[in-house]
Structures are given as C-alpha cells and as structure tokens.
C-alpha cells in the first residue's frame, strides 16, 4: 500500500529558529509536493519537486526551501521562523504527469 | 493560472439523503480531476478521479460529473452516512502536465444520523 510518512505530527518552535520537516515515500514516485493548509484557504503548493536535486517554487514560497537529495525523501525548511508559519504543513507525492497524489497525515506547525 | 473555485463551503444533510458539492475552473486546458475526503487529524485521501475525455464516473455511492463546456465538475455522494462526514476538496490539473494541482477552498460535509 502506498505510504507518505511525515517525520512530526506536532511540532513547536521559537521565532527566527531553522525548522526541517521532513517527509519519506515508499512508492519510488518522481513528484514530490509540500502544501500548506489553512482554514478557508485550501491546500496551497509551497514547493514542488519532480526529480532528485530538481525543484520548482509553487503559489507561496517566500521564507521556505526545500531538499531532495534522495528521490524518497523531500525535506521542507523554514529558514528563519515566523509567526505567521503557524500552520497545518502536508507532503504528498505521485507519478510523473497528472496522476494522484497521495498524502502524509500532516505535521501541525506552531511557531511562538 | 488555474484558479478553482468550490462550493458549498459548508453543507449539512441528513442520513441517507444526497450530497451534492460543486467546482469550477479556469483553464480550458487543465484535463484531470481529483477529489479528497479529509478526515479529522488525517491527510487527504483520494476518493474519485475523472479526466477530461470522460463526462460521468461512478464508484458505488460516489459519482463525479464533468462539464468542459462550463468548465465545472461536481461531486454527487448519493445514501449518504455519518462516516462521510469530511471535508472534501477538489482539484484542477495545470495545463502543463507537470502533476501540478490547483485545490478548491473545501467543503465541510456533516450527516446528521
């Protein structure tokens, strides 16, 4: 069955720290995702990552970078923590081309 | 770009009525159309997909319906059960292929037993 782990399912820290979330697929996909989801506004697309070492910013990238250095792990950084990155933090990934995409259970950001 | 817009963005019924929730979008070219059910403290899970060479797709009590024309697709949940209280969200494709998805804002669906 296909699987998409998030390293933290809960997670605080201060402002201006350097936060690492991390997310592993078993299903060898090409596309790796990071969204962020807030009430009323959906899922938006904060990075996206079709190859190893291959990235593309999404809708709201500012004050985020992302790694992928192995195809089955995408990691999402907050490079100087702020308050207004206090939110629910989703990884998924699928096959090349529009195929599904298949989400973790989420890692819920608090920043104080 | 793709922009999707979803409504209801709540919606209540009772056991064993039907749920109907709709979507629709910008981009002509965008050709696949997923739809998630989000349960309480889990991930999206996909529920029924329909690309854009097909009109109506049906999985048991679950159907989707795409009008290219109008540029809108609903979800059609039919003897609807308290376990499929969720929130729902659909999806457009990029028109780029590149397994990009614009998702609508979701629907939180409650079934009164």
């Known amino acids: 069955d296909v699987k998409v782990t998030q390293s933290s399912r809960y997670l605080v820290k201060r402002t201006g720290e350097k936060v690492f979330l991390e997310c592993v697929q078993d299903m060898d996909h090409e596309n790796m995702f990071w969204y962020r989801q807030d009430p009323g506004l959906g899922l938006r697309l904060i990075y996206f990552?079709?190859?190893?070492?291959?990235?593309e910013k999404g809708d709201i990238p500012e004050g985020y970078s992302v790694s992928r250095e192995k195809k089955e792990r995408f990691s999402l950084i907050l490079e100087s923590a702020s308050t207004n990155q206090t939110s629910m933090y989703l990884c998924?990934?699928?096959?090349?081309?529009?195929?599904?995409?298949?989400f973790g259970d989420g890692t819920r950001l608090s920043i104080l | 770009g793709e922009n999707v817009e979803q409504h209801p963005s709540t919606l209540s019924v009772q056991e064993g009525d039907s749920a109907v929730i709709k979507c629709t979008y910008s981009?002509?070219?965008?050709?696949?159309f997923p739809w998630y059910k989000q349960e309480l403290g889990k991930g999206p899970q996909l529920i029924i997909d329909?690309?854009?060479?097909?009109g109506e797709k049906k999985d048991q009590r679950i159907a989707v319906t795409l009008n290219k024309t109008a540029k809108h697709f609903s979800l059609h949940i039919t003897e609807t059960q308290p376990e499929d209280s969720a929130v729902y969200f659909c999806a457009a494709s990029e028109p780029s292929n590149t397994g990009k998805l614009i998702f609508g804002q979701g629907t939180t669906l409650q079934v009164k037993p």
């Open positions: 998924a990934s699928s096959l090349v081309g529009n195929q599904p995409q298949h």
């Open positions: 990552s079709y190859d190893v070492k291959m990235k």
């Open positions: 329909i690309r854009s060479n097909v």
């Open positions: 981009d002509s070219a965008s050709n696949y």
